[in-house]
């Protein structure tokens, strides 16, 4: 996949900062690695990649990105098996996520050689940042903005594309207590939902901050026409099981395409679990739990990879939630098998593994 004869200029740090943490036990995104990718893009074209030691970067206030908006990222992750082999999991997916968000942002298409090769070097060059211990990996942020500095409302003529990363331990410690939200919309139809846009964070944290003074650790969001069915859970793509099916909604304008979403479909499938890509109604939900055929909620995504849900809060009602063995529970199951796979700890049928 890798083209290993990529040119790529390179500024080595002079004294690495790794001696000053330990990346097998660094709270998530809180330690940035020693170096990191930039490249800008101006005048129609995109500049020369390089790579050089973290740090901050000459901007005004008048960036058009913090005004406008112009700003999308990505999540990844690296992984070191018991040999300390590197890999990355599905990179071309990421890739081709960005992409897409930068289109809808009406942002430069980045090239393949700048994010796929770029993305290869730095993790190459910071591999010692990569933690050891089972559970942790290098989170990988890679990230656009627009960078010219003006206040008219327009699209921006200049953006800077970099790539960062950061030991990240667990973004979750514990089971989740979440609120079905029922007034406030994380996203509507032909809207930027499907994007990683910085802007359906930023909305997402006054909500959340609600629910959090109510005693929920996140909130599910509904549709914005009705809020009768499920579409995200906080900054995850969402799974209900049901009896032995698990079901999540359809990816759309308003749900993130989740690689690791996707990843789940395709490894139970594989495992001949039984799994279906529909629409969650809010009220199927509360009387499959009034019934006991609720099993499991749990959310996905690249940073927490699978956490499960605890508690359930629907208007008035606080519905708890069954707490499957783990040899019974269908999240365990799955995590072990992605995270097995992402480690190099089992077989890949998939062919989604890739050696750095």
């Known amino acids: 996949m890798f083209n290993k004869q990529y040119v790529m200029k390179i500024n080595k740090i002079d004294n ?21 990718l930039i490249c800008d893009y101006e005048n129609g074209k995109w500049g020369e990649p390089v790579i050089m030691p973290y740090g901050s970067m000459n901007y005004s206030p008048a960036l ?13 992750k690296a992984y070191k098996d018991k040999n300390n ?19 809808r942002l009406a942002m ?46 327009r699209i921006s003529n200049k953006y800077t594309f970099a790539i960062m990363t950061s030991p990240a331990g667990n973004y ?13 919309t994380r996203a509507v139809d032909g809207g930027v939902g ?33 809020h009768a069915y499920f579409e995200e859970s906080g900054t995850m793509n969402v799974m209900v099981r049901i009896g032995n099916t698990i079901f999540t909604p359809p990816t759309s304008t308003t749900i993130l395409s989740g690689i690791t979403r996707d990843s789940l479909i395709n490894l139970a499938k ?61 999240a365990v199951f799955l995590k072990k098998q992605l995270v097995g796979i992402q480690t190099n700890e089992i077989d890949d049928p998939f062919g989604w593994r890739y050696k750095i």
């Open 16 to 36: 690495s900062r790794l001696n000053k943490i330990d990346p097998n036990d660094s709270p998530f995104g809180a330690n940035i690695s020693d170096h990191m």
């Open 64 to 76: 058009m990105a913090l005004h406008y908006g112009q700003a999308i990222f990505e999540g990844m």
């Open 85 to 103: 082999e590197v890999f990355l999991f599905r990179p071309e997916k990421n890739f081709e996520r960005f992409n897409e968000s930068a289109k």
């Open 108 to 153: 430069p298409q980045v090239p393949k050689e700048i994010f796929i090769d770029g993305l290869y070097a730095l993790i190459d060059l910071d591999r010692d940042w990569i933690p050891t211990k089972p559970g942790i990996s290098l989170y990988i942020r890679p990230v656009m903005f627009a960078s010219e500095e003006m206040f008219s409302a």
């Open 172 to 184: 979750y410690d514990k089971p989740l207590k979440i609120k079905i939200e029922d007034y406030y």
């Open 194 to 226: 499907f994007t990683k846009c910085a802007g359906n964070y930023g909305a997402s944290f006054y909500p959340t901050f609600l629910a959090n003074k109510e005693g929920f650790d996140q909130v599910i969001w509904t549709d914005s026409k009705n």
């Open 270 to 330: 594989y495992h001949n679990l039984d799994v279906k890509e529909e629409r969650i109604s809010v009220d199927n939900i509360v009387n499959a739990y009034q019934e006991g055929n609720l099993k499991e909620i749990f959310g996905c995504g690249t940073a927490v990879v699978i956490s499960r849900y605890s508690h359930l809060g629907y208007k008035d009602t606080l519905m708890e939630l069954p707490q499957l063995p783990d040899e019974e529970s269908y």
